[in-house]
């Protein structure tokens, strides 16, 4: 479980209140730069069990998609959570923005506990921190314009008091999301538009309220190669020019090499490295860091480099495995991996990784 060294932001983490109210997160501040500070964080997903099954069974299984994580998240930058699928990234999205609960730990955005939002200041955080869906094709309704895809949010929040003013930000995000001139596509519909597009204006759906943060699960898995560079550039762009803070979900650590500021490698539900990108890409620690950059393709047809394949299937989240929980795959393993559950080394800076080996 990879960390960052403690700031002012801890000191918040304690909220006597029961509830966070609005007011509370109207007048909430960053301290030391720090947007979020998730420490121990858990979403365990109990497994239904049949009758027969659930009289004998001596204790509940859950499905442990994200266990006991810590890292923090500075204002303005992308953090890319990188891992293959079923290591937890997508959920931990997620919990950030309550879509789905957390069974332990907490998340403090701004200083404020996300668990201990009331329903309307709920409310108002989604304001703030919004998701770009990984499927265009499945994330807008068909049935609406693309006016009133991208006005939605605006008109659930009661945001505009005009209509003109309405119109304005609309054409103001979609403008800004790449689609030129805006005017021409506010009346279109999402199946005349091809995959780049939709996915644009997902992404000026989620910036139409111009919110502190974005979490972009996957943004541009199912696009066409030639179109990801255009979306990539456009979210780089989106954050240099508003100040969005970007959650980047991938399975392709190339991706997060070239669009995030600091990486972290997610293994079975646990975060096993992280630090700023250029330092894990070119300083990996951790064994399944160094699979996953080995395999990167290099532009260079007579570079060598030795791929590391990793043997066999991910373990059950359901039965993880004693100790070290990449024991069983990792090409580096020795008998004490198999009882020691690794604690996080300090490498240099803000790079830390999860692993006995590393001196």
């Keep these: 479980m990879a960390t960052a060294p403690?700031?002012?932001?801890?000191?918040?983490?304690?909220?006597e209140k029961g509830t966070v109210d609005r007011d509370d997160l109207a007048t909430a501040g960053t301290t030391d730069g720090i947007l979020y500070d998730v420490k121990d964080l858990e979403v365990?997903?109990?497994?239904?069990?049949?009758?027969?099954?659930?009289?004998?069974?001596?204790?509940k299984k859950y499905v442990k998609a994200v266990d006991h994580i810590s890292f923090q998240v500075k204002q303005g930058e992308?953090?890319?959570?990188?891992?293959?699928?079923?290591?937890g990234k997508t959920t931990t999205g997620r919990a950030l923005l309550r879509l789905e609960e957390a069974t332990g730990g907490s998340i403090l955005y701004k200083g404020l506990p996300v668990e201990k939002f009331s329903s309307r200041t709920l409310r108002e955080y989604r304001k703030k921190a919004q998701i770009i869906f990984q499927d265009p094709y499945n994330s807008i309704n068909p049935k609406q314009t693309i006016f009133d895809i991208v006005a939605e949010p605006l008109e659930v929040n009661s945001i505009?008091?005009?209509?003109?003013?309405?119109?304005?930000?609309?054409?103001?995000?979609?403008?800004?999301?790449?689609?030129?001139?805006?005017?021409?596509?506010?009346?279109?519909?999402?199946?005349?538009?091809?995959?780049?597009?939709?996915?644009?204006?997902c992404i000026a759906g989620a910036t139409v309220l111009e919110p502190d943060m974005i979490v972009a699960d996957e943004p541009v898995a199912s696009l066409d190669v030639s179109i990801r560079n255009d979306i990539l550039k456009l979210m780089v762009e989106e954050k240099e020019k508003l100040g969005v803070t970007y959650i980047f979900i991938t399975h392709d650590l190339s991706l997060a090499w070239v669009i995030s500021d600091r990486i972290a490698v997610m293994y079975l539900g646990r975060i096993v490295e992280i630090g700023e990108t250029?330092?894990?890409?070119?300083?990996?620690?951790?064994?399944?860091?160094?699979?996953?950059?080995?395999?990167?393709?290099?532009?260079?047809?007579?570079?060598k480099r030795e791929h590391v394949i990793l043997k066999g299937e991910t373990p059950n989240p359901v039965d993880i495995p004693s100790g070290c929980r990449f024991h069983p795959r990792c090409p580096e393993a020795i008998d004490a991996c198999k009882e020691i559950d690794p604690e996080d080394v300090h490498i240099g800076g803000d790079h830390y990784a999860a692993c006995i080996r590393i001196k």
């Design 278 to 303: 250029e330092e894990v890409v070119a300083n990996p620690k951790h064994p399944y860091t160094k699979a996953l950059i080995s395999v990167i393709p290099v532009p260079d047809p007579l570079a």
């Design 44 to 59: 365990y997903f109990p497994i239904q069990q049949g009758f027969l099954k659930s009289m004998v069974a001596t204790e």
């Design 78 to 87: 992308i953090l890319a959570l990188v891992g293959e699928s079923g290591c």
């Design 6 to 15: 403690p700031t002012g932001a801890e000191v918040k983490g304690t909220y």
């Design 160 to 201: 505009c008091s005009s209509e003109r003013e309405k119109e304005d930000r609309v054409i103001k995000a979609i403008s800004e999301a790449g689609l030129r001139p805006a005017t021409e596509y506010l009346y279109r519909y999402p199946h005349e538009l091809s995959g780049g597009q939709r996915q644009r204006v």
